[in-house]
C-alpha cells in the first residue's frame, strides 16, 4: 500500500499583484516577494526563562482552594478516622498511619 | 479482616498459624466490633457503628487469657497504647463493596485451583514447607463450612455453598453480579432476591458524576460554576436509604464479614509484599513477581484459569469504594454542605477528594462508562 506523504513545504510564493502592494504598505512583505530579515531566535535559556514567568503568572492568579468548614471538614476526619481504623499494610507504609488510632465507644 | 491484622503483627504469623487461632481471632474481632449502642447516640441497628446486635462467644470466654492465642498473635486482641492513649480495639471490617470489588478479580476461583491442585496431586509440584500451613488454613478457613456456633460459619443445610452464599448479598445490596460465572463459563447458581438495590449502580454513577463536576469547577474564578451540592446531597441520602434498607436490623453483617474476611485473605497473599518477598504460597508457585495483579496472574497462569485482566484496577478501587460507601451509610453526606468535603483537595492522600478520584478513574476503567463525561439530554 502507497504511503502518502506530505508534500514538501515550500515557501510561499508573493505575487506582485495590488494586494501585495497593499500588504506591503503594512510592513508584512516588500515588493518584489523578499520577506524581511527574520529575527534572531531566543536562546533555549532565554526561551526557558520566558516560559517560567509565565507560568509563575499564571500560577499566581490560580485561586487558592476554598477551606473546607462545618459538616465538610467534619466529614474529612471521619473519612480519615475509618481509614486508620481500616489501614492496611501499604496505607501505613505510604503515610505512616497511627495503627493505634481507634475511636473509643 | 487480615489486611488489617497484618498492620500489628506480621503477616507470616497469620500465614503460620494454627487455623484454630485464626477462626478465634475473627470471632474476638466480631466480639469486640464498634458497637455503639447507647440508645442516646440513636444510632440504628445495622449502621456502620452498629452493624449487629448478634453475639460471637459467650462473654465469659472473653475472660482471663481467652481468646486462644498464642503469644504472637496476641498484639492484634491487645488493647492499644500510644503516647495519644491507651484503650481497647473497636474493630471495623471493609464494606460489602471490598469484598465485592476484590472477588471480581477471579482471585477467590484461582485460590479454589491451587488449593484442588495441591489437595489432589502434584500437578503444581509438592508444596514446599512453608506453604503447608497456608494450605491447611486456607481450606479449614475458606473451603469449609466452619466450625459450627461461629460467626463467620454461614453456610449450612439451608445454603451449603460458600460462593454462592457471596452472590446472593452482592445481589440485594448492589443488584450487580460477579463478572465470572462458574469453571466452566456458565452463570452461577444461587438463590437471587426480589428485595434487591437494582437502582445502586446508576444511582452511584450519578453521584460519581456530580462529584467529578465539582473537582472540574472547585478552583472556577472566571466561568460559571455548574457544582450542585444539593443533588450531590440527595444522591448520597439515597443511596444510603437504599443500602441501609438492605441492613435493616443488621441484616446481612454476618454475610458481609465472612465475605470480607475471605477476601483479605487471598488479597495479603498477594499483596504481601512488594519488596521482593512474597507469601508462602506465591513462593512455593514460583508466581513471584512486582504488584499484586501481576503475582495474581502468576498464579492464574500457573493453575490455567485466568484472572480478570482489570484486576489491578478492581484492586486498587477496592479499599476506596469501601471507606466512601461506609461514610455515606454514616450519613456523613446527607447534607450540602458536607459535599464539598468530596470533591475538594486537602493536603495528602488520605482524603475523601483522593478517594473519589480513585474511584472515578477505576470505576471508568472497570465499567467503561465514562463518569467524567456530561450526560447529553435528548429532546
Known sequence: MARRTRPAASAPQVQDTADSQTSSQTGSQTIGGQYPAPCPSPSPDELSAVLVELLRKINSQVPPTPPLEGRALAAVENFQEISAELATLADVSASNFSTSSRRSA | ?379
Not at chain 2, 195 to 223: I, K, P
Request: net charge neutral; no cysteine.
Open chain 2, 1 to 379: 479482616m487480615f489486611r488489617q491484622f497484618a498492620t500489628l503483627v506480621s503477616p507470616d504469623f497469620l500465614f503460620e498459624a494454627h487455623p484454630f487461632e485464626l477462626a478465634w481471632l475473627l470471632e474476638e474481632t466480631w466480639r469486640t466490633r464498634l458497637d455503639l449502642k447507647d440508645p442516646n447516640l440513636g444510632i440504628s441497628l445495622g449502621d456502620p457503628a452498629r452493624r449487629s446486635n448478634l453475639d460471637a462467644t459467650p462473654k465469659y470466654t472473653s475472660d482471663g487469657l481467652w481468646p486462644p492465642v498464642s503469644n504472637r498473635l496476641r498484639p492484634i486482641v491487645t488493647p492499644f497504647s500510644s503516647d495519644e492513649g491507651s484503650g481497647p480495639r473497636f474493630p471495623r471490617w471493609d464494606h460489602l463493596i471490598y469484598a465485592y470489588m476484590v472477588e471480581n478479580t477471579r482471585m477467590y476461583e484461582v485460590f479454589r485451583r491451587v488449593v484442588y491442585e495441591f489437595a489432589h496431586g502434584e500437578k503444581l509440584g509438592a508444596p514446599t514447607a512453608a506453604s503447608q500451613t497456608w494450605l491447611r488454613n486456607t481450606e479449614e478457613l475458606f473451603f469449609k463450612d466452619g466450625a459450627p456456633f461461629f460467626i463467620t460459619s454461614v453456610a449450612s443445610h439451608l445454603r451449603p455453598d460458600l460462593r454462592a452464599n457471596r452472590r446472593n448479598p452482592y445481589q440485594r445490596m448492589f443488584g450487580m453480579e460477579l463478572n465470572h460465572g462458574g469453571d466452566d463459563g456458565k452463570p452461577y447458581p444461587y438463590v437471587k432476591a426480589d428485595a434487591a438495590n437494582n437502582d445502586f449502580v446508576s444511582t452511584f454513577e450519578e453521584f460519581l458524576r456530580e462529584v467529578w463536576v465539582g473537582m472540574t469547577y472547585v478552583t472556577a474564578s472566571s466561568s460559571s460554576n455548574p457544582t450542585d451540592k444539593a443533588k450531590i446531597a440527595v444522591l448520597a441520602t439515597k443511596l444510603k436509604n437504599m443500602l441501609m434498607s438492605r441492613r435493616q436490623s443488621g441484616n446481612l453483617s454476618r454475610e458481609e464479614f465472612s465475605a470480607v474476611t475471605a477476601m483479605a485473605w487471598f488479597h495479603l497473599t498477594l499483596e504481601y509484599k512488594n519488596n521482593n518477598d512474597s507469601a508462602p504460597i506465591v513462593e512455593a508457585l514460583r508466581a513471584e513477581a512486582n504488584g499484586t495483579e501481576q503475582r495474581l496472574f502468576k498464579v492464574a497462569e500457573r493453575v490455567g484459569l485466568p484472572a480478570h485482566g482489570l484486576s489491578k484496577h478492581f484492586f486498587d478501587i477496592a479499599d476506596s469504594i469501601s471507606r466512601i460507601l461506609i461514610q455515606i451509610e454514616t450519613g456523613d453526606y446527607d447534607t450540602a454542605e458536607a459535599a464539598p468535603a468530596l470533591y475538594t483537595p486537602q493536603a495528602g492522600d488520605n482524603t475523601p477528594e483522593a478517594a473519589m478520584r480513585r474511584i472515578i478513574t477505576h470505576w471508568t476503567a472497570i465499567t467503561g462508562r465514562d463518569v467524567k463525561a456530561r450526560k447529553v439530554a435528548t429532546a
